[in-house]
């Protein structure tokens, strides 16, 4: 089992940056893929990136590929989201997630059995 809190959102102007923190509880953080959602209001829940265990290999929803960029470190059991060249449709509630011990992670929130609370991140035009 993991516990997940995540940090560092708030407000930013169109255009600049933000860095997301999540920091994990538990001795076994390194063989948890881990992942990044968000949600804006009156929309679903949407998958942003997910990271592989040892940070080898990340994938990124088209909307912020080339902007966005997770990173994990493991001695630290903290997984990092930086965001650069925000933009207001950015706007949302930004969840960090993690499948079951050991299980490759997806695009879809189903198959995440872990949450935090949410951080809220506002990009202001």
């Known amino acids: 089992q993991v516990q997940l809190v995540e940090s560092g959102g708030g407000l930013v102007q169109a255009g600049g940056s933000m860095r997301l923190s999540c920091a994990a509880s538990?001795?076994?953080?390194?063989?948890?893929?881990m992942g990044w959602f968000r949600q804006a209001p009156g929309k679903e829940r949407e998958f942003v990136a997910y990271i592989m265990w040892g940070g080898e290999s990340t994938y990124y929803v088209d909307s912020v590929k080339g902007r966005f960029t997770l990173s994990r470190d493991n001695a630290k059991n903290t997984v990092y989201l930086q965001m650069n060249s925000l933009k207001p449709e950015d706007t949302a509630v930004y969840y960090c997630a993690a499948p079951g011990l050991g299980m490759v992670p997806t695009t879809n929130a189903y198959n995440y059995n872990y949450w935090g609370q949410g951080t809220q991140v506002t990009v202001s035009s």
């Open positions: 538990g001795s076994t953080f390194s063989r948890f893929a």
